[in-house]
């Protein structure tokens, strides 16, 4: 009765509101997004989607009437268009930046970026394979620091091959403790602990799917790491172990990973299991400054309560033997780690973590899944000298986070954690585990 009273009196309005939606191109959203054999057909439906989104912000701009509907398409276009990107192999790119704050760098700038893509769009069911990149700087004693760091999570062959990588490098500062639990629980975190050091890391699996459903294939381990010898601390002065290898900077290991996955999605698992099994020699033969042996251990669990409501389980157990130099040796805490820990604030021959973390993605009023969630996690570990010592000293830690799907499946995290004597900010992309 009302709208027949409105056509009556103001015919223009009703023509206005009937013609605001209609203008706009109709695209399919949801569930009903094809698959185009043809990438040149997939461009173009990725091609019209934006311009869909553009005529909508048009419309924004002087908008009268069907302001909420004209919003609510808008949103269902941008999912669609990167639900549409990841269901065709298009490669999709995001960045984001702005300050950020870790234990280890203190307060800092911070950009990144994200691509992913697919190696060989005609394998529908093969992962999307990812490649990050954050740069940050922040304030030194004397001068700036700054940082990269980059993770490369690559898949083939109907993800038969993987290729995961990880680099860091830069110019940082750190405090630093010693070795052992009563080393770092002797003193406060404070600038009497405080060098700067030059560091490139890099670390790279290569495994292929064997008959059995196990990934097995070679590790490479690249580590320098060169302290300014005039800044250091009295704490690295006193430890004999960084008087050894203060002048050794450089270790090379080659080695062995054994896995098996059964996730279903790598970086941002619902369900499944993760297990890896990683052997790394260090030897002067291939060119090393030292020579010592690691092993780890690390089994990852999830389970999902509902659609968007994820447990998920993380247990580590480190192992490293011979001349370890302290740049190398295991350790807890940092942004994938006991996070609230400092990096390095415990380290020893021997660690073991176990943490577990719920994840919540919210819902909108038509309860599909929204691009935020939260997390709370909580964790504890133990670090020692010999294996059978390990959980006779306890480090907890637990916090709270705020994530945002940039891509599908991928989300930028902001994480606060708090541990007995620490706490930090985190900003990155993916999750920890």
Request: with cysteine.
């Amino acid at each position: 009765m009302k709208k027949l009273l409105l056509a009556c009196l103001f015919p223009a309005y009703l023509f206005a509101q009937s013609t605001e939606l209609s203008s706009i191109e109709s695209l399919p959203v949801a569930n009903d997004l094809p698959y185009f054999s043809e990438k040149e057909q997939a461009v173009q439906r990725t091609n019209d989607y934006k311009k869909a989104i553009d005529d909508i912000d048009e419309k924004l701009d002087n908008c009268t009437t069907q302001c909420e509907q004209l919003e609510h398409k808008k949103d269902q276009y941008k999912k669609a268009l990167k639900d549409h990107s990841t269901k065709n192999g298009l490669p999709l790119f995001s960045i984001l930046g702005g300050p950020g704050y870790m234990p280890e760098t203190g307060l800092m700038l911070a950009a990144g970026a994200l691509y992913s893509f697919s190696t060989n769009r005609a394998e529908e069911a093969l992962q999307r394979s990812s490649v990050t990149l954050v740069a940050i700087a922040n304030e030194l004693d004397d001068g700036v620091g700054l940082g990269l760091r980059s993770k490369q999570n690559l898949f083939f062959d109907d993800n038969a091959i993987r290729y995961i990588g990880k680099l860091t490098m830069g110019k940082q500062n750190e405090y630093y403790w010693g070795i052992g639990y009563d080393a770092g629980e002797a003193q406060e975190s404070s600038d009497d602990l405080l060098y700067e050091y030059n560091f490139i890391n890099y670390q790279g699996n290569l495994t292929f799917e064997t008959e059995y459903g196990f990934y097995i294939g070679p590790a490479l381990q690249i580590k320098y790491y060169q302290p300014n010898q005039d800044s250091l601390p009295q704490t690295a002065i006193d430890d004999p172990n960084f008087q050894e290898f203060k002048d050794k900077p450089f270790s090379l290991g080659l080695g062995i990973v054994l896995e098996k996955d059964t996730r279903d999605f790598s970086v941002n698992a619902w369900k499944g299991h993760f297990l890896s099994f990683e052997y790394i020699a260090y030897s002067q033969k291939i060119g090393s400054d030292n020579d010592y042996q690691k092993l780890a251990l690390d089994y990852r669990y999830y389970y999902s309560l509902a659609v968007g409501r994820v447990l998920a389980f993380y247990n580590q157990f480190q192992w490293s033997k011979g001349d370890i130099p302290y740049y190398d040796m295991p350790t807890l805490g940092g942004q994938d780690s006991l996070r609230g820990v400092y990096r390095g604030h415990y380290r020893d021959k021997n660690t073991i973590e176990n943490s577990v973390e719920y994840r919540h993605t919210f819902k909108d009023s038509n309860h599909e899944l929204t691009r935020h969630g939260m997390t709370v996690f909580t964790g504890m570990g133990s670090i020692s000298e010999n294996p059978n010592q390990l959980y006779e000293d306890i480090i907890f830690s637990y916090g709270v986070g705020y994530r945002y799907e940039l891509q599908p499946r991928m989300n930028v995290r902001v994480d606060y954690g708090r541990s007995a004597t620490e706490s930090g900010f985190y900003l990155t992309f993916n999750e920890a585990f």
